[in-house]
């Protein structure tokens, strides 16, 4: 019988595997699974939202009803303060860092979150994510500073996401490739079911925002219109998918393979995901399965931010397909790419 390798035995049998691992991760990302369960299971009752009362109003019970993405914020961040792990994280929500209460121990991590991803998508019953990235600290302040939270994508120690789909997944890298885990909901636990994901080198799927296209700079538009028109994926070009979830749309080509797309455009000029807890971490997660990641001019993971919210232009998936992007971008001979195929 093939054995059931749960979240918390990976992390002991990966602790065994190094010596000098003190055991942080296992904590963590227990931690980590806990929170990402309680928000699964808020997540799968928002429908009911509407029956016992929305964000703003008080629910049967008298208790104020919070928005999925402010109750997702406070599940995580109450989750991860009091371990004596973390000295400090960031959020999506918070426009500072949140330093770890003086009740609790510090640890010499930091945390970067968007705790539910995909805000268009909460309230209709699709797909939405939580994205996260780990840092070392770097400051001496003992609860942390911003420059803790403020490091380049190289610097990460793991990264992950969870997917609330059809089913939940917690996918993480911690640099020795990447692993799923499937949330088994008759026993409340994530179970092993991706290991040592790989992107395909190329794919036939593509996502952007298509609404956008007279906004998009040439180059885009051009590369798109080539990608359509391509006969290489079996004479059909590239296929569109796009949910407006970054996690649903990163997942689906991560598994079978594509480029996911959100340019700068003349509306969001420095474009619109955020470096530290969107762009980072899924180049993390990309790079590890044998994919790339850019802005259009650098890796992603060689970038260093400035500031905590920094948005960014990003272009990520299939190695093959986002060299070719890159070939748009720089003006590169396209014919003769081609011909060599
Ligand atoms: P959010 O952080 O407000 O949820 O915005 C991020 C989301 C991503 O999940 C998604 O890729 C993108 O915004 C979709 O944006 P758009 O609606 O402009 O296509
Ligand atoms: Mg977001």
Same mark, same amino acid.
């Given at each position: 019988?093939?054995?059931?390798?749960?979240?918390?035995?990976?992390?002991?049998?990966?602790?065994?595997?190094?010596?000098?691992?003190?055991?942080? !991760?296992?904590?963590?990302?227990?931690?980590?699974? !806990?929170?990402?369960?309680?928000?699964?299971?808020?997540?799968?009752?928002?429908?009911?939202?509407?029956?016992?009362?929305?964000?703003?109003?008080? $629910?049967?019970?008298?208790?104020?009803?919070?928005?999925?993405?402010?109750?997702?914020?406070?599940?995580?961040?109450?989750?991860?303060?009091?371990?004596?792990?973390?000295?400090?994280?960031?959020?999506?929500?918070?426009?500072?860092?949140?330093?770890?209460?003086?009740?609790?121990?510090?640890? $010499?991590?930091?945390?970067?979150?968007?705790?539910?991803?995909?805000?268009?998508?909460?309230?209709?019953?699709?797909?939405?994510?939580?994205? !996260?990235?780990?840092?070392?600290?770097?400051?001496?302040?003992?609860?942390?500073?911003?420059?803790?939270?403020?490091?380049?994508?190289?610097?990460?120690?793991?990264?992950?996401?969870?997917?609330?789909?059809?089913?939940?997944?917690?996918?993480?890298?911690?640099?020795?490739?990447?692993?799923?885990?499937?949330?088994?909901?008759?026993?409340?636990?994530?179970?092993?079911?991706?290991?040592?994901?790989?992107?395909? #080198?190329?794919?036939?799927?593509?996502?952007?925002?298509?609404?956008?296209? $007279?906004?998009?700079?040439?180059?885009?538009?051009?590369?798109?219109?080539?990608? #359509?028109?391509?006969?290489?994926?079996?004479?059909?070009?590239?296929?569109?998918?796009?949910?407006?979830?970054?996690?649903?749309?990163?997942?689906?080509?991560?598994?079978?393979?594509?480029?996911?797309?959100?340019?700068?455009?003349? #509306?969001?000029?420095?474009?619109?995901?955020?470096?530290?807890?969107?762009?980072?971490?899924?180049?993390?997660?990309?790079?590890?399965?044998?994919?790339?990641?850019?802005?259009?001019?650098?890796?992603?993971?060689?970038?260093?931010?400035?500031?905590?919210?920094?948005?960014?232009?990003?272009?990520?998936?299939?190695?093959?397909?986002?060299?070719?992007?890159?070939?748009?971008?720089?003006?590169?001979?396209?014919?003769?790419?081609?011909?060599?195929?």
């Amino acid at each position: 019988m093939k054995s059931i390798i749960s979240l918390e035995r990976h992390f002991l049998d990966q602790q065994r595997r190094y010596p000098e691992a003190r055991g942080d !991760f296992t904590k963590l990302f227990s931690e980590l699974s !806990f929170a990402a369960k309680i928000v699964s299971r808020e997540v799968n009752r928002a429908g009911l939202a509407d029956i016992i009362g929305r964000a703003g109003r008080t $629910n049967i019970q008298g208790e104020d009803v919070q928005k999925l993405d402010i109750l997702a914020n406070n599940i995580f961040t109450q989750s991860l303060t009091h371990l004596g792990l973390l000295c400090a994280l960031s959020s999506e929500e918070d426009p500072n860092i949140i330093r770890v209460p003086d009740e609790y121990p510090t640890g $010499n991590y930091v945390l970067n979150m968007d705790p539910l991803d995909g805000s268009s998508n909460i309230d209709v019953n699709v797909s939405i994510g939580t994205i !996260f990235s780990i840092l070392r600290k770097v400051s001496y302040a003992p609860r942390g500073d911003e420059i803790d939270c403020i490091q380049p994508g190289y610097k990460q120690v793991a990264a992950g996401y969870v997917l609330y789909g059809s089913s939940t997944m917690l996918v993480y890298t911690s640099g020795q490739g990447v692993f799923g885990f499937t949330l088994e909901p008759s026993i409340g636990e994530f179970l092993l079911s991706h290991s040592q994901i790989r992107i395909p #080198k190329t794919g036939k799927y593509y996502s952007i925002n298509e609404g956008y296209q $007279n906004k998009w700079p040439e180059s885009i538009r051009n590369y798109i219109q080539h990608i #359509k028109l391509s006969k290489n994926k079996g004479g059909r070009g590239m296929s569109h998918r796009y949910i407006g979830s970054l996690v649903a749309d990163f997942h689906r080509n991560l598994l079978k393979g594509g480029i996911f797309l959100y340019p700068a455009d003349s #509306k969001a000029p420095e474009g619109k995901l955020r470096y530290l807890y969107e762009a980072a971490p899924l180049a993390f997660i990309v790079e590890q399965a044998g994919g790339k990641a850019t802005d259009g001019k650098t890796d992603i993971m060689k970038i260093s931010p400035k500031r905590l919210h920094q948005r960014i232009p990003l272009f990520l998936g299939s190695a093959e397909e986002v060299d070719i992007l890159m070939d748009f971008m720089n003006n590169k001979d396209i014919k003769s790419r081609e011909q060599q195929q």
